[in-house]
């Protein structure tokens, strides 16, 4: 809807008699309500199943976010790997070159004027001279060396920290995958319920349909009835069988028990 001039000055002295008649922080506490009210609608006409989407999307772009961090604690990890073994190499150095100056002040305190050394002659002005260059580098090296083991103090400190932050970071990211993953699992069952819930039957068609199945099953047992009779009366003539006793028969057949001939003895 396009407002003309005429249109937006009505609008515009409402507006103004609305301010007028409640008060600018009333007016602006009526706007803030209505406009929570409106937000709140949306969210409610959102699906679930949308939201869930959101939440998968925002967990998805949160991956680059870890893996950048993560670059970040592995260049650390290599920073303060390096700093250790230049360390360790210096304080190797320092430890060999204060043996040499050792053995040159040692020397000195002798007091000769001349010193050998691998098998060459030193006056002992040029044994000092050499002592007082060790002795300046080595205090160099010592200020570079300390310098290096603060840095790697903080390097260190700086590793430890990222290394909790992405700890966090990954725990929480892992809680909100599994969280995700449950409560799409938790729609899923409530969909199903709902359709459950949906679910309904014509009970008077469920009646019929019995009533139906009943009805054939009856006219089914009749006509295996009558099969079962029509079988009995067209079938072969029954007969009755003798099942007597063979003697019995013999008997009725023959008249009765046969005599024994004369001067059979019974027994024998």
Do not use: C, H
């Amino acid at each position: 809807m396009v407002f003309g001039k005429t249109q937006w000055w009505v609008l515009a002295g409402i507006g103004a008699l609305v301010v007028g008649s409640l008060g600018v922080a009333t007016t602006w506490s009526y706007i803030k309500t209505a406009w929570r009210g409106v937000g709140k609608g949306i969210r409610e006409a959102t699906p679930i199943a949308f939201d869930l989407e959101r939440l998968n999307g925002e967990l998805k772009d949160l991956e680059p976010e870890i893996r950048r961090n993560q670059g970040v604690v592995a260049q650390l990890e290599v920073e303060v790997e390096n700093l250790e073994r230049d360390i360790a190499q210096m304080e190797e150095e320092q430890v060999k070159a204060t043996a040499e100056m050792r053995k040159l002040r040692e020397a000195l305190s002798e007091g000769k004027s001349e010193y050998q050394f691998a098998s060459r002659t030193y006056k002992k002005s040029e044994v000092e001279a050499d002592l007082a260059k060790r002795l300046d580098r080595y205090e160099a090296r010592q200020s570079e060396l300390d310098a290096k083991k603060q840095l790697l103090e903080e390097r260190r400190r700086n590793m430890e920290a990222a290394v909790r932050k992405v700890n966090q970071y990954r725990q929480q990211y892992d809680q909100l995958t599994i969280q995700a993953e449950s409560l799409a699992a938790q729609l899923k069952a409530l969909e199903a319920a709902q359709a459950a819930g949906t679910i309904g039957i014509d009970q008077s068609r469920l009646g019929r349909a019995k009533e139906l199945a009943k009805e054939i099953e009856t006219r089914i047992r009749v006509g295996q009835r009558m099969l079962e009779t029509e079988q009995k009366v067209e079938g072969e003539i029954p007969v009755d069988v003798d099942t007597r006793p063979v003697t019995e028969r013999f008997d009725e057949l023959f008249g009765g028990k046969t005599d024994q001939p004369a001067g059979e003895n019974k027994g024998t």
